[in-house]
């Protein structure tokens, strides 16, 4: 397609404005993790280390984020093992209710946060309290779940659709068995996918606030929620600003993998 000069001087005016937009917020948190104010003064008057010497001597931050990366791992490995056989049922077989099933599966990272954590809410309550029981880490857990789910789901079945079947239909008339044609040929296609999935499922769960919000108990606090509640209490609000940097730089391998493995290279150099 033709572009004009001044279409491509325009288009490439829009996306600086849009990476703009994006990126230079997180600078700023950058820049500000190294500020020896307390305050968010601008611009810094100096450069400085030493809230990052006093990031770990925070009240709460190590806790906060050992219950997020549990949180992300059980949820991670729920999603796995839910994305993954759903989308097999979904592209491999035919049965009534299929698009339905499909819709549903979709459907909440489609809604509104707040929507699922009231709605969550809700149940829990409704079937816990006559137990007497409280909301727990576990029902975090349940919740990041049922949105992880279609992350590894839509990258599964996008990957499925684009093998076919003809690789596992070769694998069973040479005589191999189901687990036999998964474990040698279904399984190292769809690995990358596999991976990334749990990547970007794993972030997503990590981030997530407004779910979690209705959804912990009071013994309960994950880093978001550690973020969100120290961000305005004066002498905890540089430390938010190095922890923020530290997820940023911690964030960017994950991503960067994520996208090169839902990258559709070929099958040559998936076994």
Avoid at 130 to 158: E, Q
Wanted: positive net charge.
């Amino acid at each position: 397609m033709y572009l004009s000069r001044k279409a491509k001087w325009a288009l490439g005016a829009l996306c600086a404005i849009t990476l703009g937009f994006i990126y230079v917020p997180l600078l700023v948190v950058a820049i500000n993790s190294l500020n020896p104010s307390r305050t968010f003064s601008w611009p810094p008057t100096s450069l400085s280390l030493h809230w990052w010497g006093q990031v770990f001597n925070s009240q709460g931050v190590l806790s906060a984020v050992w219950t997020s990366v549990k949180v992300g791992i059980a949820a991670t490995v729920i999603a796995l093992i839910m994305g993954t056989c759903i989308a097999f049922a979904i592209s491999r077989y035919n049965f009534f209710g299929k698009n339905a099933l499909s819709l549903v599966v979709v459907f909440p990272i489609a809604l509104p946060g707040i929507v699922t954590g009231i709605a969550l809410n809700t149940t829990f309550h409704t079937f816990l309290d006559p137990l007497g029981k409280n909301l727990a880490l576990w029902t975090v857990v349940v919740g990041h779940a049922t949105f992880c789910i279609v992350v590894v789901y839509n990258n599964i079945l996008a990957r499925l659709r684009r093998l076919g079947r003809n690789f596992e239909e070769a694998s069973s008339d040479l005589g191999a068995s189901a687990i036999q044609t998964f474990r040698y040929v279904t399984f190292p296609l769809i690995r990358s996918s596999l991976i990334a999935g749990a990547l970007l499922a794993f972030a997503l769960s990590f981030d997530e606030i407004v779910v979690t919000t209705f959804t912990a108990g009071p013994a309960v606090e994950t880093l978001p929620q550690w973020i969100f509640n120290n961000l305005f209490r004066p002498n905890q609000a540089p430390i938010v600003n190095v922890v923020a940097t530290i997820l940023i730089l911690a964030f960017i391998l994950p991503v960067w993998l994520s996208q090169k493995l839902s990258q559709d290279s070929g099958l040559g150099g998936r076994f």
